[in-house]
């Protein structure tokens, strides 16, 4: 089971007629269900909300169900929305997540955008996390 705490994506962007990108963040505090969307997972067992017990306050808690492939859930908050027509180019992506892994094996965990529908993940850059308690 992985148990996703604080989660927070900034995104770097060039303006338009500055010589340096304006950074733009987002963050998530509450992690409401309705501000979440999976648009792709393999033996996602839950995905949602908890009020208490994050860093502080509430979090989001993902569990998958460990089988013969390799689980996933693709997790997108619908209130990061960022339009480079009319904003700017992306020029870098910073992503920090704050988390507790409650299995044994571990997990990945990868930044995801989604653009005119098509989901990215960079699988050079993660965060690794083992529990070993």
């Known amino acids: 089971m992985t148990r996703l705490i604080c989660a927070s994506i900034a995104l770097i962007a060039l303006t338009a007629g500055?010589?340096?990108?304006?950074?733009?963040?987002?963050?998530?505090?509450?992690?409401?269900?309705?501000?979440w969307?999976?648009?792709?997972?393999?033996?996602?067992?839950?995905?949602?909300?908890?009020i208490t017990g994050g860093n502080p306050g509430s979090y989001?808690?993902?569990?998958?169900?460990?089988?013969?492939?390799a689980p996933f859930a693709a997790n997108l908050d619908r209130t990061?929305?960022?339009?480079p027509s009319t904003q700017g180019a992306v020029t870098g992506i910073t992503y920090n997540i704050d988390l507790i892994t409650t299995n044994a094996e571990g997990a990945g965990y990868f930044a995801l955008v989604q653009q005119d529908g098509i989901l990215y993940v960079d699988p050079n850059v993660n965060t690794m996390e083992r529990n070993y308690e």
Do not use: C, H, K
């Open 18 to 35: 500055e010589a340096m990108g304006a950074t733009i963040v987002f963050s998530d505090g509450t992690f409401n269900d309705s501000d």
């Open 37 to 50: 969307n999976v648009p792709a997972q393999l033996g996602l067992v839950f995905a949602g909300q908890r």
């Open 80 to 83: 990061f929305v960022y339009n």
């Open 60 to 69: 989001r808690e993902v569990a998958l169900a460990v089988g013969q492939n």
